[in-house]
């Protein structure tokens, strides 16, 4: 009896562990937010990869289209000026662009950012589909990331992978990313840096 108890548990807490969340900010506070980078339309994979053992950790997707909004699937990162609908946050500011990357970079990760410019019409297209898509289960930020990317003209390249730095690697490849990394020396618990303004 105690293992079947155990084994109802484990699986309850497994399943809890792996489900999305399922944030909804109001009308109101998305169009509030919203904000439009005077940049081109572009597309920018962010990706979190470990010092210790140079794996990918983590994929998000910046978008300037209409707006400027990040796809953040399954993130921890958050702010309560940048309301959030399925782990889109809008109003991403290049202040609010520069707190995403300080939170993820810290002594055991840095951030590798690549951008490409793409029409305006891909750029809706991209925003459009991070919005349509969901909150993301944990762990499936990279599978998450392909699939939005491979819908769009030009990334059908880009493949289906649970692998963070697969999908960078493939993004890479694409004529015309720019990349930048982004080292820091904060400590691994750097938790605090939520409560910062923006």
Not at 110 to 134: C, K, N
Request: hydrophobic share 40%; net charge neutral.
């Amino acid at each position: 009896m105690l293992r079947l108890i155990f084994a109802l548990t484990l699986v309850l807490g497994l399943t809890a562990c792996g489900g999305a969340d399922s944030i909804w900010a109001s009308d109101e506070a998305v169009s509030r937010a919203a904000y439009r980078h005077p940049g081109p339309p572009t597309i920018t994979l962010l990706t979190v990869v470990s010092n210790k053992t140079g794996g990918g950790a983590h994929s998000a997707l910046l978008i300037n289209a209409s707006q400027r909004a990040i796809f953040d699937p399954a993130g921890t990162w958050h702010h309560p000026n940048l309301p959030e609908r399925h782990d889109v946050h809008y109003g991403m500011t290049d202040k609010a662009v520069d707190f995403y990357i300080d939170y993820h970079a810290r002594i055991t990760y840095h951030v590798v950012r690549q951008d490409i410019v793409v029409s305006p019409q891909v750029a809706e297209q991209a925003l459009r589909t991070v919005q349509q898509y969901g909150a993301v289960p944990k762990a499936n930020c990279g599978s998450a990331v392909g699939a939005i990317l491979r819908t769009l003209p030009g990334f059908q390249s880009i493949p289906g992978s649970f692998f963070p730095k697969s999908v960078m690697k493939a993004f890479g490849e694409l004529p015309g990313v720019t990349e930048r990394k982004f080292y820091d020396n904060d400590p691994e618990e750097n938790g605090e840096i939520l409560t910062r303004g923006i």
